[in-house]
């Protein structure tokens, strides 16, 4: 901004051209780096960026969410595995089928290689009913097109240990 | 597109309480040239110069100066706040025993016996007419130096003077010529050899 007052006071000519100089050699001078480095400290300081979400979350809940997605995964291949080829998914010896508190229970290992097992989870699936056919439930041809609800118990490597239908779709 | 080096003082002061840091760099790299080479002057010396500045911003960044743009231009207030800070400067300086200050016939201090104690004296320009009028300036009373640098370093208006130093428009007049008159003194025998 120029000085724009109606009166200017006058200055030596001498002295004007010294602080013509002044001004020249001063143009090139600028508060060192580090202070704007120090600003910007402090202000990320002040204005913390929002972290994303899943960097809010603490160990625990990262291992509820791997768990929880690995029973999805597992009931997702189970459903695909049965619906596709019930037969090669179930590979040892003929199924157990049982009546557990007025739902069908299906045990597809022995019932020593499930106690065996250490360490077990529930898989909520839905199956096809015509999988269930091959693995001795009798199919309603009035409801063959339909699905079973079913809880698969499946061992720790995925593998499917047994299945306890609770509702006809 | 507006790039955010168009937006105004106050439009970038807004984005920097909002949060956003490139306002903050803009507003910062627009106003920290100006002002160092203020206090640079003012003080004489590089680090308090840097220290001001980085004072000043701070206090822009927390709120802390409370700014209000109707009151005038962020420059001249970031101005207000250095030359603040360089009083605070002064003051730490002269806790350092000292000579009681001479006065002359109005009651003004004496220019002349200004003691060279009074500025620092490391050589901080390359260019020796430069040097030369600086270190001339720094001999001044500070009350003589602020009106000097912002009127003839930072072009501000005597009204803008008498905002920044929060004296009125006829003491900015005769401050201003009184410390011209003082560098002209002390500098004259080289002033005559340039003419």
């Known amino acids: ?169 | 597109m507006t790039l955010i080096t168009d937006h105004t003082d106050t439009e970038l002061l807004r984005q920097v309480h909002a949060g956003q840091a490139a306002a903050f760099t803009t507003l910062y790299r627009r106003h920290q040239g100006p002002l160092y080479r203020y206090a640079l002057l003012r003080c004489g010396s590089g680090d308090a110069a840097a220290d001001i500045v980085q004072e000043a911003f701070m206090g822009l960044l927390t709120g802390r100066l409370g700014y209000d743009p109707l009151r005038g231009q962020l420059q001249h207030f970031l101005f207000g706040v250095a030359r603040n800070l360089a009083l605070k400067f002064d003051e730490a300086r002269q806790r350092h025993p000292q000579l009681p200050e001479t006065t002359d016939d109005e009651g003004e201090p004496d220019l002349d016996s200004a003691s060279e104690a009074d500025g620092p004296l490391a050589r901080l320009l390359g260019n020796e007419a430069a040097e030369e009028i600086r270190r001339a300036l720094s001999l001044l009373p500070p009350h003589y130096r602020d009106p000097v640098i912002l009127y003839e370093l930072h072009e501000l208006s005597y009204q803008e003077i008498a905002t920044v130093c929060q004296v009125d428009i006829g003491t900015v007049r005769s401050r201003l010529a009184r410390g011209r008159a003082a560098l002209a003194k002390r500098l004259r025998p080289t002033l005559e050899g340039m003419t």
């Not at chain 1, 809010?56 to 791997?66: E, M, R, V």
């Not at chain 1, 019930?86 to 007025?102: E, F, K, M, N, S």
């Not at chain 1, 106690?115 to 693995?135: D, F, G, S």
């Open chain 1, 1 to 169: 901004m120029m000085n724009n007052d109606d009166t200017i006071d006058p200055i030596d000519p001498a002295l004007a051209t010294r602080f013509a100089a002044l001004r020249s050699e001063l143009a090139g001078h600028d508060a060192p780096r580090c202070v704007e480095k120090e600003l910007l400290q402090a202000f990320a300081k002040q204005f913390p960026k929002k972290q994303l979400w899943y960097r809010t979350l603490s160990l625990p809940q990262w291992g509820a969410a791997g768990a929880l997605a690995s029973l999805g995964g597992a009931g997702v291949l189970a459903t695909l595995l049965l619906a596709l080829a019930p037969h090669q998914a179930i590979t040892v010896g003929p199924p157990l089928i049982g009546i557990d508190d007025g739902a069908a229970f299906i045990a597809l290992e022995s019932l020593e290689r499930i106690e065996r097992e250490p360490y077990t989870r529930v898989v909520e699936a839905e199956l096809p009913q015509t999988a269930l056919a091959p693995l001795g439930m009798p199919l309603n041809p009035q409801t063959a097109g339909g699905t079973v609800r079913a809880e698969m118990l499946v061992a720790e490597d995925g593998h499917p240990l047994a299945l306890r239908l609770s509702a006809v779709n």
